[in-house]
Every structure is written in structure tokens, then in C-alpha cells.
């Protein structure tokens, strides 16, 4: 896919988290975009109080479509999960999307590049910092807790 290709969706949801700004609690608002063939198979954004998380809401809205799609993610997607469920990194890649481009890395301690590794290790290649100086706002306040 080209470059502005890969810009444009991932304006889309960059546009989807900024929606949900200020409402998912101490979790950042992440924007997801599923695209196949040109066509988004699911979008999502973090709800309200943080969870789920967007690629979450994307994956379940996809389905089965999700299987060889692009995903725009604003935020590295998580490499683990407080919870002990699957996270974001882990059911992307069960997913089988083809694969991820993100805008921003996330240095909170259940993703800081786990997320990423996590793609990488399934196989999918990763694009980050497409469109990072425009999603870059979306993170300015953000900050992650220590692990414990």
C-alpha cells in the first residue's frame, strides 16, 4: 500500500481516538482501522474507562474479514494485559492481519515495543510512526503508571 494510502487510514483513526479523548480513564484513547481490499472491515476506539480497547472493538466488528487486513493503530497495540486476558499484539496476530502500522510507540510497562514484539515474532511486519507527528497530540498528557 502506498505511503499516503497509509496516511489517510490512519487519519481515520487518529479522527476515531480524538472523539474519545478525555473518556477512557487512565488508559490512553487509541483509534483502530481494519482495512481489506480498500474497504474497512471494523474501526474502533478505546470506550469509555478504557476498556476494551480499540483493536479490540475493530477485531470483534471485523470478524472473520480481519483475517489479511491492514491495521492503523494510533498506539503500539499491548503486549500483555493487567487482566491476564489476550492482549491487543496477541489477538492481532490470532487474528491474522496482514499487517500493523502504528503511529506511536507506548512506553507504559505492558507495551514499551512488547506489543510490537509480539507481531513481529507471528510473523507480521510493522510499520512504525506513520502519521506520529499528527497523532503525537493525542499522547502529550498521556503517562503511563509504573509497573508495581
Do not use: F
Not at 483513526?13 to 478525555?22: K, S
Not at 489477538?91 to 492481519?97: I, P, T, Y
Amino acid at each position: 500500500m502506498a505511503a499516503a494510502d497509509d496516511r489517510a487510514w490512519m487519519r481515520r483513526a487518529i479522527g476515531l481516538a480524538q472523539a474519545n479523548l478525555g473518556k477512557t480513564g487512565d488508559n490512553p484513547s487509541v483509534g483502530c482501522v481494519l482495512v481489506k481490499d480498500g474497504v474497512v472491515v471494523g474501526e474502533g476506539a478505546t470506550a469509555a474507562g478504557g476498556r476494551p480497547h480499540a483493536e479490540e472493538i475493530a477485531l470483534d466488528a471485523a470478524g472473520p474479514a480481519a483475517a489479511g487486513a491492514a491495521t492503523y493503530v494510533t498506539l503500539e497495540p499491548c503486549g500483555e494485559r493487567s487482566s491476564g486476558a489476550a492482549s491487543c499484539g496477541e489477538r492481532l496476530a490470532r487474528a491474522g492481519v496482514a499487517r500493523v502500522v502504528v503511529a506511536c510507540d507506548d512506553p507504559s510497562a505492558l507495551a514499551a515495543g512488547r506489543g510490537l514484539q509480539r507481531l513481529a515474532a507471528a510473523g507480521i511486519p510493522v510499520d512504525l510512526g506513520v502519521a506520529a507527528d499528527e497523532a503525537a497530540a493525542l499522547y502529550a498528557a498521556y503517562r503511563p503508571r509504573p509497573s508495581a
